[in-house]
């Protein structure tokens, strides 16, 4: 077998624009992305230059789950919430050294504009921490969202969590290996899973970012998802773009084969001509016909969050 995960970012490489209206929007748009690409991925960019779903918006900022400055979330919830709300803990991605909920807001509002209430977590990342630390601030995160939840309109008892990239690398270790929840003491608390474009099985550490994030652990194979597949794993909806170059999408068919081997719920989508950063930018309103993520990431939790 050839390990397929070869970069260290999330943005492998240019957003395009080809659903915006008009010729003059395209030209203003392409050019605010150059400018910004040295500061910041174009998902980033997405924050300050993209349409936001108008249905929902951010509701509470820096709630801690911890003591460090980034161990802190938002919440995001659509404006009409009648009743209690499914809740999803969502991840960004960042090769495990960087990344910020500050930039990531967009994505969140999409999740909530659907019917959820959402929580963004930062967590801490290399070199400040390494394996197992930012696995355990996802568990910590995702408890600490179920204390509040009813407090925001959120079902606790309807929870689930998702992630990008290295962020689908924490939504699916905390799913998956008992350990992470049950140290928190929520070991049934997630009900369901989906991870987009992420890392499950990317053993030898040969590239920076996972020699830096867990080239310090005893035993390699306990930083693997695929390890920790069971049958009694909550239900799972994993997400790729074949043309993906930084995360190959044999990640997510290996992750896909591991659990239906051992009689797991899993759902697996390959989107036809999508990369690394495609995946998660179609849940922004600008980029949205592209693919139905967002809409099968939705249509995935609501029948499994009911």
């Given at each position: 077998m050839t390990w397929k995960f070869h970069g260290v970012r999330d943005a492998a490489g240019p957003l395009v624009v080809p659903y915006l209206p008009a010729m003059t929007r395209r030209a203003v748009l392409a050019s605010a992305l150059a400018?910004?690409?040295?500061?910041?991925?174009p998902l980033a960019a997405l924050n300050a230059l993209g349409p936001r779903d108008r249905g929902a918006g951010r509701i509470a900022r820096d709630l801690a789950y911890g003591d460090d400055p980034r161990q802190r979330f938002d919440l995001y919830a659509p404006h009409d919430?009648?009743?209690?709300?499914?809740t999803i803990v969502f991840f960004y991605g960042g090769g495990w050294d960087s990344g910020s909920r500050a930039h990531y807001g967009w994505a969140a509002q999409a999740l909530a504009a659907q019917g959820f209430l959402v929580a963004l977590p930062d967590y801490r990342v290399v070199p400040q921490v390494h394996f197992p630390a930012f696995v355990e601030d996802a568990a910590a995160a995702t408890a600490a969202v179920s204390r509040i939840a009813a407090d925001h309109a959120g079902d606790p008892a309807r929870l689930g969590v998702a992630g990008h990239s290295a962020g689908a690398h924490l939504a699916l270790m905390i799913t998956l290996d008992r350990r992470y929840m049950a140290a928190v003491d929520r070991p049934d608390l997630i009900r369901a899973a989906a991870g987009l474009a992420g890392p499950y099985e990317f053993l030898p550490f040969d590239v920076a970012a996972s020699v830096n994030a867990f080239g310090r652990a005893p035993d390699p194979?306990?930083?693997?998802?695929?390890?920790?597949?069971?049958a009694d794993a909550p239900p799972v909806w994993l997400g790729h773009g074949t043309d993906d170059v930084v995360v190959h999408a044999e990640d997510t068919e290996i992750l896909r084969d591991r659990l239906r081997a051992v009689?797991?719920?899993v759902e697996a989508e390959l989107y036809e001509g999508l990369n690394h950063a495609d995946l998660i930018a179609t849940f922004s309103p600008m980029f949205r016909k592209k693919a139905p993520v967002l809409a099968d990431v939705t249509s995935f939790f609501r029948r499994t969050l009911r």
């Amino acid at each position: 077998m050839t390990w397929k995960f070869h970069g260290v970012r999330d943005a492998a490489g240019p957003l395009v624009v080809p659903y915006l209206p008009a010729m003059t929007r395209r030209a203003v748009l392409a050019s605010a992305l150059a400018s910004l690409a040295a500061a910041c991925s174009p998902l980033a960019a997405l924050n300050a230059l993209g349409p936001r779903d108008r249905g929902a918006g951010r509701i509470a900022r820096d709630l801690a789950y911890g003591d460090d400055p980034r161990q802190r979330f938002d919440l995001y919830a659509p404006h009409d919430r009648p009743r209690p709300l499914a809740t999803i803990v969502f991840f960004y991605g960042g090769g495990w050294d960087s990344g910020s909920r500050a930039h990531y807001g967009w994505a969140a509002q999409a999740l909530a504009a659907q019917g959820f209430l959402v929580a963004l977590p930062d967590y801490r990342v290399v070199p400040q921490v390494h394996f197992p630390a930012f696995v355990e601030d996802a568990a910590a995160a995702t408890a600490a969202v179920s204390r509040i939840a009813a407090d925001h309109a959120g079902d606790p008892a309807r929870l689930g969590v998702a992630g990008h990239s290295a962020g689908a690398h924490l939504a699916l270790m905390i799913t998956l290996d008992r350990r992470y929840m049950a140290a928190v003491d929520r070991p049934d608390l997630i009900r369901a899973a989906a991870g987009l474009a992420g890392p499950y099985e990317f053993l030898p550490f040969d590239v920076a970012a996972s020699v830096n994030a867990f080239g310090r652990a005893p035993d390699p194979t306990l930083t693997q998802p695929v390890t920790f597949a069971r049958a009694d794993a909550p239900p799972v909806w994993l997400g790729h773009g074949t043309d993906d170059v930084v995360v190959h999408a044999e990640d997510t068919e290996i992750l896909r084969d591991r659990l239906r081997a051992v009689g797991a719920p899993v759902e697996a989508e390959l989107y036809e001509g999508l990369n690394h950063a495609d995946l998660i930018a179609t849940f922004s309103p600008m980029f949205r016909k592209k693919a139905p993520v967002l809409a099968d990431v939705t249509s995935f939790f609501r029948r499994t969050l009911r």
